[in-house]
């Protein structure tokens, strides 16, 4: 397996992580996305959306979008549970990153980080749902370790990716 992937983006190490973590047999691919590398002819025959991650599978084909990538990886092993109910608690957390903690939590660090925005040119209502996602996170733990029933699963890979450097963004 191939994976495609800029190492400083979160989505990108969610796949790392998980590849790591199951022990699978994989080879990285540098593209820097601040040099445009995700946007070359060579790149868009391999996801015309022109984003990473995506990884290639043995037989050629190839899948976009890290918790779909995940999700996949993660198939009839320890971080996806059998039981369909904790499946959907894994999905209930892999989609509320999408909408409500990475659009905040990794776009404020790509602001302050790689634009180089000061604090006075922060988006407040960006700032605001990234700490409030960050807070919801910290009151469903409490009392619990894990994300999404009692083992640890891609659920907690995948918010670990951007929370882990929040602080760069100037949130926490």
């Avoid at 976009?64 to 549970?81: E, H, M, V």
């Avoid at 999404?148 to 929040?166: K, S």
Wanted: charged share 25%; aromatic share 12%; proline share 3%.
């Amino acid at each position: 397996m191939r994976i495609y992937g800029d190492i400083n983006s979160g989505n990108c190490l969610k796949v790392k992580y998980t590849s790591d973590f199951l022990e699978l047999d994989y080879e990285w691919i540098d593209v820097d996305i601040m040099q445009g590398e995700s946007r070359t002819p060579e790149f868009l025959r391999i996801n015309p959306q022109g984003q990473v991650p995506v990884i290639q599978i043995e037989d050629g084909r190839c899948l976009a979008q890290s918790n779909a990538i995940i999700r996949y990886l993660a198939q009839g092993t320890a971080l996806l549970p059998e039981d369909p109910y904790l499946q959907a608690k894994v999905d209930e957390c892999l989609f509320w990153e999408q909408y409500s903690h990475e659009p905040y939590i990794a776009v404020c660090r790509f602001h302050m980080l790689y634009m180089g925005k000061s604090r006075e040119a922060w988006e407040s209502w960006r700032v605001e749902r990234g700490e409030r996602a960050l807070d919801d996170m910290e009151n469903h733990l409490t009392g619990r370790r894990w994300l999404a029933g009692d083992t640890f699963t891609i659920a907690d890979i995948t918010l670990l990716a951007y929370t882990r450097v929040a602080h760069e963004g100037a949130l926490i």
